[in-house]
Structures are given as C-alpha cells and as structure tokens.
C-alpha cells in the first residue's frame, strides 16, 4: 500500500471517528434531556458545585443593605416573640420547668366554624368550683354533600264577589329565576363545581361521577355531558368578548401546547385521537390569559388570532410567529429562558464553552430579579437595564460570535445548536432592552399551561374538537380569575347566575379584573 493511500485511508477514519464521536454526543445529549425530564428538578436555574463558592451578585452592597435591614427587622421580631413566650412562661413557669417547649404550632384559620365539645371529668365534681379550661383545637373536614333545593311559589287571588267576574282576576305567582339550564335538575353551583373539579383540580367527570355514587347520587354521563355543552354555550359571549378584549392590548405573550383530540365518525362513534393545539396568550400588564383551540399549528391560526393585535409580542423560536415581525404594528420579542434552556443542556457536553455563556445569562436575571424584588417601575426598571443588563448583553454577543466562528464548535453538536439558535434569535431578544415594560423571557405564559399539562395527566384527551373548544373557554376564564385572587368556584358560579339577565353591552363587567362579588341572596343557591 503506497504512502499516499495510507494518508488517505487515516483522513477518511479521522472523520468516520469524527462523526462517530458527533453521533454519541448528540445520543448523549437526547439521554440526559430523558433523565433530567424523568428525574430531574423542573428548575431551570443553573448551579455549579466549582462556582458556588465564589458566585458573586452584580448588586452585592444593594443586596447586603437590603438584607442587612431584613435581618434588623426579623430580629426585632424575634425579640418581640420571645419576650411574649417568656412571659407566658413565666406564668407557669413552676408546672412547666420540667416540660419541654412544644414546637410553634400555626393557629387554625379564625374563619372556619368552632364545634365545641365539652369534655366534664369523670369523678363527682359537686362542691369544687371551675378555676379554668383547656382548649385544644383539631381540624375536620366536611366531606362533599348534595342537598335538593325545593323553590315554593305560593298562588294568589282576589277573591270573587258576586257583581265581579272571575276573569278579571289574575292568578298571582312570582316568576321562576333564570338558571343556566331552566327546566334541568343540576342548580348553577353543582356546574359550576363539576367544571371547577375538571379545570382547576384536574379531575374527570367519569371519577366525579363515582364519587357522587359514593355519596348516593347517580347521575348518567351522557346527561352531564349535556350539561357541560350547555354551560360553556352560555359562557361563550363572555369569552368571546374577553378574548376581543385581550387582543386590544399592546404586549402579549404567546404560547401553545398540544392536546389529543379524538375524531368523532359521521355515525356519531369515537374514532382514532389526532392532535390538536391550544394557542395561549397572556396578558402581564393585567395579569390575565386566553386560551384558543385549533386543531393545527400553522400560520393561518396565529394569523386569525392576531389579525386585530398592535403591539410587542413574545414568543419562543416558533417560525410561525416571524412573519409578524415584518408588519408595521407587531414587534417580536425574544425569550432568554429558550436561549438559556439550549446552553444548560450543553453542559454536559462542553462545559469549557457552554457554562460562561450559562452564566452571562444568569446575571441578566439577577438584574431581573432585583428589579422585581425592589418593585421596580416600568421606568425604573428599563434605566436598570441600560446601566447594568446592556454591557452584559454587548459581552454575551461578543461570546457568541466568537463560537459561532470557531472551527472547533461544530455545527451539529449540542453547543453549535445552541449557538446557532441564540444567534438567530439575538434581533428579537435585545429588544426587551428598550422597554421596561417587557419580560426577559415568556415564562409568565409558560405557567399559564402548567394546568392543562396537569389535566392532560389526568383525563388524556378531550372527547371530541367541540369539547376541547369548551375547555379552551374555562381555561381562560377561570385561570384568569385566580390570577385576579378569586375563588374560581365562587367566580363561576357569580357568572353563571348574572349571564342570562346580562346585556352584550354590559359584558365587560364580569370579566375577572372587573368582576365584584354581589351580596348573598338566597337566590344563589340556584
């Protein structure tokens, strides 16, 4: 074999072992996103055993000020406590010394109702006199319960004289109120528990239903399939306005997730599961989310969505969204967390490289982070980024450049990838820079979807594309209402009473930021 085949023949296993060494990284790679998904914290904050020790914050003497005047003010408190136990002490301090203090219990809510039972000594207490009592408090619970409600409408009528006709003498007898299903069984606060049970604590209806058969009461699914279909048809001009609404604000952020949908035959049977997509965009000036199913992820979904929107959207590196950035009136936005979630999962592969790049990161959410913390305003918080997060930024560019230009970086593997994809994403993401109104990230969306990945657990799929639609419409309604602070099964059922006797025009008014609870009324128990 002659020199040169020999050069030949080395060059050319050099490079099968090259892209050998390339497949196993990148097979290293998929297994360690497996374990950290199946084992791993569902934090994506990023530590390092060899930089904890010597981790320094951007606002040390800010931060040492603050949590100096922390420590004087919890000081203070200790104080005070222990000067109050000490006194209790000092009481009975002749029954307890040979008693170890008991670990500071938290006192059960005021609140809730008091049973009182009174527990008399056995022996014959005749002649002594009661110097005192011991109260100890336990919590109950009052398992789930129905009760039927029986509305008595008494008949009146004047009484016939013998000069007068009985036909001019109507019969008197009040109205029956309005209800979400006017001649159904179910009262608007069981719907409004089933939907909340379903939505919110992510429980079927067909395990609700043994529940209830548990309790005595037998109810057939296809009858509370009827109910739920009815309910969400009178919920739908409200959410339709909501939604209206959402799209006049001028920052969102945008999201979606998957959900397994089920065909339903033109016979009417259940036939094989497709997926479908719920769309996601959330409001964080007013702290409220829609939630809009399609049974697709293209373009012409977000394009129907966004037609009436003006303003700065943020989004992952989803490609549907990029063409809006070529219109006049949307502004596309980043996510730093997607950016960082690429390089975090790097690590294990090109620590040298990934995790100064992970780090730079890091410090632009401690600024994020004291901003926050401090309550910053809008503009306190953008001259805050233009001080401190813009030299980070202009440095974490020059990183990147320098490894997208380094021949040793190769393309394919998990550090390339991550660069490649903070490159392209770099002209939207600096742009959060300039308003101290946006996010760093759209992780605020994110959490928004944490209760359908729960529920999706739980009931796997929805029934049929109508079905889904239905859930599209509590999703938003009730998660934006417990990010208001209601009580969702209070909002719901509110809502539910007032939509029948609530004019298109006054819509606006149950709308959860907008929602007030009205006085107890017996006719809430409708």
């Given at each position: 074999m002659t020199k040169a085949k020999f050069i030949e023949e080395n060059k050319t296993l050099k490079d099968e072992v090259n892209h050998l060494k390339l497949l196993l990284e990148q097979k290293n790679l998929i297994i360690a996103k497996l374990q950290k998904m199946l084992f791993g914290p569902s934090s994506e904050r990023y530590s390092s055993e060899e930089k904890q020790h010597?981790?320094?914050?951007?606002?040390?003497?800010?931060?040492?000020?603050?949590?100096?005047?922390?420590?004087?003010?919890?000081?203070?408190?200790?104080?005070?406590?222990?000067?109050y136990e000490r006194k209790n002490k000092s009481k009975n301090s002749k029954n307890?010394?040979?008693?170890?203090?008991?670990?500071?219990?938290?006192?059960?809510?005021?609140?809730?109702?008091?049973?009182?039972?009174?527990?008399?000594?056995?022996?014959?207490?005749?002649?002594?006199?009661?110097?005192?009592?011991?109260?100890?408090?336990?919590?109950?619970?009052?398992?789930?319960?129905?009760?039927?409600?029986?509305?008595?409408?008494?008949?009146?009528?004047?009484?016939?004289?013998?000069?007068?006709?009985?036909?001019?003498?109507?019969?008197?007898?009040?109205?029956m109120p309005h209800r979400v299903i006017d001649r159904g069984i179910p009262s608007t606060r069981l719907l409004a528990y089933m939907l909340m049970c379903k939505f919110v604590d992510h429980l079927p209806y067909y395990r609700q239903l043994e529940i209830f058969k548990r309790i005595g009461v037998s109810l057939k699914s296809n009858t509370v399939n009827g109910w739920i279909a009815k309910t969400c048809v009178l919920l739908k001009p409200l959410y339709d306005a909501f939604c209206k609404k959402q799209f006049q604000q001028n920052y969102l952020q945008a999201d979606e997730s998957t959900l397994k949908v089920l065909k339903v035959k033109k016979s009417g049977k259940k036939g094989k599961a497709h997926t479908g997509y719920y769309w996601v965009y959330y409001d964080p000036i007013d702290n409220q989310v829609v939630?809009?199913?399609?049974?697709?992820?293209?373009?012409?979904?977000?394009?129907?969505?966004?037609?009436?929107?003006?303003?700065?959207?943020?989004?992952?590196?989803?490609?549907?969204?990029?063409?809006?950035?070529?219109?006049?009136?949307?502004?596309?936005?980043?996510?730093?967390?997607?950016?960082?979630?690429?390089?975090?999962?790097?690590?294990?592969?090109?620590?040298?490289?990934?995790?100064?790049?992970?780090?730079?990161?890091?410090?632009l959410y401690e600024?994020?982070?004291?901003?926050?913390?401090?309550?910053?305003?809008?503009?306190q918080r953008l001259e805050l980024r233009q001080a401190k997060a813009m030299p980070i930024m202009k440095k974490l560019k020059?990183?990147?450049?320098?490894?997208?230009?380094?021949?040793?970086?190769?393309?394919?593997?998990?550090?390339?990838?991550?660069?490649?994809?903070?490159?392209?994403?770099?002209?939207y993401q600096e742009r959060y820079l300039q308003?101290?109104?946006?996010?760093?990230?759209?992780?605020?969306?994110?959490?928004?979807i944490r209760p359908l990945a729960l529920g999706r657990k739980?009931?796997?799929?929805?029934g049929s594309e109508q079905g889904a639609k239905w859930g599209a419409i509590i999703y938003t309604l009730v998660g934006s209402a417990i990010r208001q602070g209601h009580q969702?099964?209070?909002?719901?059922?509110?809502?539910?009473?007032?939509?029948?006797?609530t004019k298109m025009t006054q819509l606006h008014t149950l709308f959860p930021k907008n929602w007030k609870k009205k006085t107890d009324d017996i006719l809430d128990l409708i």
């Amino acid at each position: 074999m002659t020199k040169a085949k020999f050069i030949e023949e080395n060059k050319t296993l050099k490079d099968e072992v090259n892209h050998l060494k390339l497949l196993l990284e990148q097979k290293n790679l998929i297994i360690a996103k497996l374990q950290k998904m199946l084992f791993g914290p569902s934090s994506e904050r990023y530590s390092s055993e060899e930089k904890q020790h010597i981790q320094m914050s951007l606002f040390a003497e800010l931060e040492a000020i603050r949590l100096e005047e922390e420590q004087v003010r919890l000081e203070a408190e200790q104080t005070s406590t222990i000067t109050y136990e000490r006194k209790n002490k000092s009481k009975n301090s002749k029954n307890n010394s040979s008693q170890k203090s008991s670990p500071n219990r938290v006192p059960l809510p005021e609140h809730l109702p008091r049973v009182e039972v009174i527990l008399e000594p056995v022996e014959d207490t005749t002649g002594m006199v009661k110097i005192g009592e011991e109260v100890t408090e336990i919590l109950d619970i009052i398992p789930p319960k129905f009760q039927v409600i029986r509305f008595i409408r008494p008949k009146y009528v004047h009484l016939v004289g013998k000069e007068e006709k009985e036909e001019n003498k109507p019969i008197l007898i009040a109205p029956m109120p309005h209800r979400v299903i006017d001649r159904g069984i179910p009262s608007t606060r069981l719907l409004a528990y089933m939907l909340m049970c379903k939505f919110v604590d992510h429980l079927p209806y067909y395990r609700q239903l043994e529940i209830f058969k548990r309790i005595g009461v037998s109810l057939k699914s296809n009858t509370v399939n009827g109910w739920i279909a009815k309910t969400c048809v009178l919920l739908k001009p409200l959410y339709d306005a909501f939604c209206k609404k959402q799209f006049q604000q001028n920052y969102l952020q945008a999201d979606e997730s998957t959900l397994k949908v089920l065909k339903v035959k033109k016979s009417g049977k259940k036939g094989k599961a497709h997926t479908g997509y719920y769309w996601v965009y959330y409001d964080p000036i007013d702290n409220q989310v829609v939630f809009i199913f399609d049974p697709g992820r293209g373009r012409k979904y977000a394009a129907q969505h966004l037609k009436d929107f003006r303003g700065s959207l943020q989004t992952d590196g989803l490609s549907v969204y990029d063409a809006f950035d070529k219109l006049e009136y949307i502004t596309l936005i980043g996510c730093m967390a997607h950016i960082r979630r690429k390089f975090i999962e790097a690590v294990p592969n090109d620590k040298k490289r990934a995790e100064p790049i992970v780090w730079l990161i890091q410090q632009l959410y401690e600024i994020e982070d004291f901003a926050r913390k401090n309550n910053y305003t809008p503009e306190q918080r953008l001259e805050l980024r233009q001080a401190k997060a813009m030299p980070i930024m202009k440095k974490l560019k020059l990183e990147l450049d320098q490894l997208h230009h380094n021949t040793q970086v190769l393309p394919d593997s998990a550090i390339g990838k991550a660069v490649s994809y903070a490159l392209k994403r770099w002209e939207y993401q600096e742009r959060y820079l300039q308003n101290g109104q946006l996010e760093i990230d759209n992780n605020l969306v994110e959490n928004s979807i944490r209760p359908l990945a729960l529920g999706r657990k739980n009931w796997l799929f929805a029934g049929s594309e109508q079905g889904a639609k239905w859930g599209a419409i509590i999703y938003t309604l009730v998660g934006s209402a417990i990010r208001q602070g209601h009580q969702p099964l209070e909002y719901l059922s509110d809502i539910l009473r007032r939509l029948p006797d609530t004019k298109m025009t006054q819509l606006h008014t149950l709308f959860p930021k907008n929602w007030k609870k009205k006085t107890d009324d017996i006719l809430d128990l409708i």
